[in-house]
């Protein structure tokens, strides 16, 4: 199954399988010959031994974005890698990474006997804290993690949770399950600062605070690419949206879709220039380019009655303004003929909303 799924995806972060065959009993499979390529644990090695220098940050971010390709393609087709780690990512001498040994690839919440079998398969130091519970069906939560093993390692020299591995197995696990997730300290780096934290997220013990899956971990990650890059942004973007914990995706999404267009977005509660919140929100929609209001029901049924009053100021000022919802009907009579974007929760951390957004912007 795996092997089938190798041969038809033909994505070019894949190693190529080009036939498998049973022989007497026994399964071969046949791979493209990628000339020149080394393993990220290999490299690993060499930057701890000091025979080739750190992955400058650029080049960093280029080849995560590298992996989180061939992953999210792996997810897209609806499977889960499930032994991610630094022994089957491979690097070119071009710098072009390709995603190898996905022999345990298993279908995404797949709970039949062959999933159940291959629960006591696994790569124990990038094995997500879950996959020791050896019950829950598989998602793309594991590959994340995983994910986030190896981009810490590769990035720090290290494993995110020790700093020499267990010599057992049950250490191991005590460790994933107990141990405090450090960083190096950040000093005025403001690629570390937008980098680590996308890290963290990738390492969020609870599956259901990690990315969906490695396509909302790979947006992310070209904003954070985006802004690093440093380029001058072209237009800014006021962002009215409620502040509460239940909106992080949708600010998510917004912040990524805008870094992606070279658009700076603006959340209110991110910036403290004023004593007086209403004159920073006067300020900050008059500089702005267009505005953005995130018009979602609360809890009573109605859109957030500040955001509402942020956009009246905002087209007042005769700015465009762009109104995202997952509830139309519930928008004031005179917004219902505004240009809006309606959403379903559920998709906010997909690609198709981030493509969705990134052509409005």
Known sequence: ?????????????????????????????????????????????????????????????????????????????????????????????????????????????????????????????????????????????????????????????????????????????????????????VVDDHAEQLLQPWLQRLLERLPEKRYGDALEAQRDLQAIAAEIDGRRPVARAFVAMPFASAFDGVWRAIWSACATCRVAATRIDESHRHESIWDEICEAIRSSDFAIAVATPDTAGVPNPNVMLEVGYARALQKPVLLLTDAPDTLPFDLRTQRALFYKPESVGGGEFHRQLVSIV
């Open 1 to 185: 199954r795996p092997r089938r799924l190798q041969a038809e995806l033909q994505h070019p972060r894949i190693v190529p399988a080009i036939d498998f065959f049973e022989h007497e009993g026994e399964w071969f499979s046949v791979f493209a010959r990628i000339p020149a390529v080394r393993s990220l644990r290999d490299i690993i090695a060499s930057i701890q031994d000091e025979r080739r220098p750190p992955f400058s940050i650029t080049e960093f971010v280029a080849l995560s974005a590298g992996v989180t390709d061939g992953l999210a393609a792996i997810h897209r087709a609806g499977y889960v890698h499930r032994t991610l780690g630094p022994h089957n990512v491979f690097v070119d001498s071009a710098g072009f990474v390709r995603l190898a040994d996905i022999g345990c690839a298993t279908p995404m919440g797949a709970d039949d006997e062959a999933a159940r079998a291959f629960r006591l398969f696994m790569r124990p130091a990038s094995a997500g804290p879950e996959q020791f519970a050896f019950e829950e069906a598989f998602s793309p939560a594991i590959d994340n993690w995983a994910l986030g093993v190896t981009l810490f390692e590769l990035r720090y020299g290290r494993h995110p949770y020790w700093q020499e591995t267990p010599p057992t197995l049950e250490g191991v696990r005590t460790a994933i399950l107990h141990n405090e997730l450090t960083f190096p300290p």
